[in-house]
């Protein structure tokens, strides 16, 4: 690897060199990488509706398999918050 400096994508969550235009930001239309995106809750849908996920600010995103986390997402894609998530299962932890 070259001496380029590494950088972690506040957008994706992966590694990239800086100065990479991670598809994630092109989706948001921002290239802002700060940390000031605040907390982005996902709440998977019910039963019927597994793997779809309503993102906090007002998307939806849906996942073949696994959890945002289970898929390593850190960030929302849409907003860059901290994904906060909520699935459908959660509710029943207490009973």
Same mark, same amino acid.
């Given at each position: 690897?070259? %001496?380029? $400096? !590494? @950088? ?14 991670? *598809?994630?930001? #092109?989706?948001?239309?921002? /290239? %802002? !990488? #700060?940390?000031?995106?605040? @907390?982005?809750?996902?709440?998977? +849908?019910?039963?019927?509706? +597994?793997? /779809?996920?309503?993102?906090?600010? #007002? /998307?939806? =995103?849906?996942? @073949? $398999?696994?959890?945002? $986390?289970? /898929? ?10 901290? @994904?906060? +998530?909520?699935?459908? *299962?959660?509710? =029943?932890?207490?009973?």
């Amino acid at each position: 690897m070259s %001496d380029e $400096e !590494l @950088i972690d994508c506040h957008k994706c969550g992966y590694t990239h060199r800086e100065g990479y235009n991670c *598809a994630a930001v #092109s989706a948001s239309g921002s /290239n %802002d !990488l #700060s940390h000031d995106k605040g @907390i982005c809750e996902w709440h998977e +849908q019910g039963w019927e509706m +597994q793997g /779809n996920w309503e993102t906090g600010c #007002s /998307n939806l =995103f849906s996942m @073949i $398999e696994g959890t945002p $986390e289970e /898929n390593k997402f850190k960030f929302c894609p849409y907003c860059g918050g901290d @994904i906060d +998530q909520h699935g459908w *299962a959660d509710n =029943f932890d207490d009973l």
